[in-house]
């Protein structure tokens, strides 16, 4: 590791980054035209290499924790840092798991004949190289690693300092399995100086670089979208809602919002504000509010929420300011309001939320597709919970991250996500009159 | 049209243009959500409104052509500035034309149900607002304007100030369309005034305009990608090639290859780049030679080329520098190069070529495969003329541009590049573990 992290430094941080993504495209131009199985092999012989390697990633991974709580870094953060052997495993089925996936490269579609005698389709192809930017968790080494080999596409990987040794150690193994199919290693680059102007350069690099998927806190991603001369898919805060309409099976609305919320509290996908229609407050509002209250889960309401649920035995119930109409809390608090119509609702979500998810309880089929069709979030459900926004759960295969936003990938990202589609024209000879 | 810009001059451009896009995110709410049926008679209503003020239109249209004339506009400018009896009635005919094609929004496609009961699909539904940037021909108003209407966008136009009193007395027509039907007039925004300082606005609001479509020379593109804050739907320059394969039918190839290049030599993807396998040159080049010599094309020729193509009666053969490999000429002139093989081939258009459409004349079916997918360009086509690389020709009934990147749209843009796929998820209560 320090003869790497020194070659590195032995260079200006611009042209050490300019290195990386030179070589990261020349690569890309071969993996574009790998076949299926010398994706497929590369994988499994990443498998095969972590399951062996077990024993030195650990003890690479050591030196990153020990210096994480020598720094008094939090236990939660010190947790996610942590190699063990679950998580190990964990890596190595997940290239097994990536490797089963069907190839999306190639991929002829809509294929039309044309008045004139031509045949127009598109054909999916990688879109070249990703640059991945993410923090604490190296585990996101290999799932970058993995999806950018299936794709057909370079990446330039750079993880937070504080997992240096362990994504270091993980990278030679990336490197190790693609030389061993046959594939350029340089398909897959990690960043191996820790220099914090290495990322300014990797957001600036639109001739080696084409888009940008960072994984982190709002502010990182902000921040990076301000700087970014390419393309960023964008995940920023899930401030999700769930909307109890006028018509609802109140069992369902219960069972569905208590998972909503509470099944767990930190994922982005996680219910954040509750709205109620005013003719089933009465209703609902109670049988909620006791299982919120049984599971300590504060509720910050307006008015009309507040007068039923300040009754509910036990419930911790706050009033509202505007501020938490906005908030993602990932935490056991929710904001609750009653609004008198599913315009109000509507035009609630459009205005507070984040464009994540966002979803309605209701038995009347107008209502529920005025609100799919309304409502300006890259997931919305009918009598789901939000927890389902999930490329997993959607059945993608596999996810680098959730979209926020409208352009190209829009929620959870799969394969998919990192390809684009070009025309292909099939003709005999045609020309244009 | 002297009261509109008076009106816009009243205010700071950034108040001005803040106003603008307030106005077109609050109209794209109502548009996203309007029928079919309004959509389409806001068109016939505009086509009826282009009608019947054709007098007026070409009235205000003087004032431009008048006005470019006095300052010395070359006369092709002044043409394309011109709104003839022809333009008028084709402007009204192309708004019948995208009334009558499929509503792209509310698709829901790939619904799939997945193992814990939920049903996952996605639906189509608008972008929001564009941006649309563009030069001299005040019938892309038209064009534009009514994209966004079928699409369910609003949208903000910023035309060349050559042709803003044709562009006014337009955009008022689309006003009175959409208010006609009972559409918000604010759907279309113009532009009103010719400050300079309100595209440098238009294209970093990321709050109210979510994408910008430049139309124009390549320096305008480049310079409006450079200061974005939204992304871009980019059309950069197409440098086009066509390759003569090792084995060919010749009189295909000669036919396709005239037609490429010299069918009409403005548009963006008429071929400039000739490639010839060495097998091929020695009967290829001096028939295609003849074509050239006849029609007047410079040919601008590797060493190898030269040698056949000097000995064709009347050619124009030139020494190709390396620049020429690189040039969009929009002229009678191509580059002409003899290359050893497929895979140089290949690598010659993506060193060289704008990614933008390329061909390959061949009988070779392994050969034909690998170069769609290995040449990384929007379109790429087998024995076809590359003038086929359009909207229309493709079946997509409409072009609002043409995309060289790869993010999001790629190739001729229609009604879908203006539109994003959000996650559907309709259940019955289910709830995730």
Redesign the interface.
């Known amino acids: 590791m320090n003869t790497a992290t020194t070659s590195a430094a032995a260079l200006p941080v611009d042209q050490y980054m300019a290195g990386v993504g030179r070589a990261a495209r020349a690569a890309a ?1 071969t993996m ?2 790998a076949s299926t199985a010398a994706k497929n092999n590369a994988l499994l012989a990443l498998a095969g290499q972590i399951r062996a390697h077990a024993g030195e990633l650990k003890a690479r991974n050591e030196l990153d924790v020990a210096a994480a709580e020598q720094a008094g870094l939090a236990a939660p953060m010190v947790d996610r840092l942590r190699l063990t052997d679950k998580v190990i495993a964990t890596m190595a089925e997940s290239c097994e798991q990536v490797a089963a996936l069907p190839d999306p490269i ?1 991929e002829i579609t809509n294929v ?1 004949r ?1 008045p ?1 005698g ?1 045949s ?1 389709g598109q ?1 999916r ?1 990688p ?2 190289v990703f640059g991945m930017i993410y923090e604490s968790r190296p585990n996101v080494t290999i799932e970058a690693a993995s999806l950018a080999i299936k794709s057909g596409n370079a990446c330039v990987l750079r993880g937070g300092s504080e997992a240096i040794h362990s994504n270091l150690a993980l990278w030679k193994l990336v490197q190790a399995a693609l030389t061993q199919v046959g594939l350029p290693s340089d398909a897959v680059q990690l960043v191996q100086t820790t220099d914090r102007a290495a990322v300014g350069q990797l957001i600036t690099m639109p001739q080696y670089v ?2 940008i998927i960072p994984r982190g806190g709002k502010g990182l991603i902000e921040r990076i979208s ?1 700087e970014a ?1 390419v ?1 960023v898919i964008k995940h920023l805060d899930g401030n999700c809602h769930t909307y109890v309409d006028e018509v609802v ?1 109140l069992a ?1 609305a219960v ?2 919002t ?3 919320k509470t ?1 767990k509290y930190s994922p982005c996908n996680a219910t954040e504000s509750l709205l109620v229609h005013a003719a089933q407050a009465a209703a609902f509002l109670p049988l909620i509010g006791k299982v919120f209250a049984d599971k300590g889960v504060e509720m910050r309401c307006d008015a009309r929420a507040k007068a039923i649920l300040s009754d509910v035995p036990g419930a911790k119930v706050v009033d509202a300011t505007e501020q938490d109409w906005f908030e993602e809390y990932l935490a056991p608090v929710i904001a609750v309001k009653v609004v008198d119509s599913l315009d109000e609702a509507i035009a609630h979500i ?1 205005t507070y939320g984040s464009h994540h998810t966002d ?1 309605i309880l209701t038995t009347n089929q107008p209502n529920s597709m ?1 609100f ?3 409502v ?10 939000t ?3 999930d490329g997993f ?3 993608l295969g596999a996810e680098i991250g959730i979209s926020t936003d ?3 990938a ?3 990202v799969g394969l998919d996500g990192l390809t ?14």
Chains 1, 2 share one sequence.
Not at 376 to 385: G, K, T, W
Not at 420 to 433: I, Y
């Open positions: 131009t574009a035209a190639g039309r044309r004139t031509i127009v054909m192809v879109i070249g084409d888009v301000a001369r393309p099976d369902l069972k569905v208590d998972n909503a099944q459009n979803a005025r799919i069709r309304e300006d979030s890259a997931s919305v459900m009918i009598n789901a919970s927890r389902f926004a759960e959607y059945g409208k352009f190209h829009r929620g959870p684009s589609m070009k025309f292909v024209v099939l003709g005999q000879g045609e020309v244009r009159s």
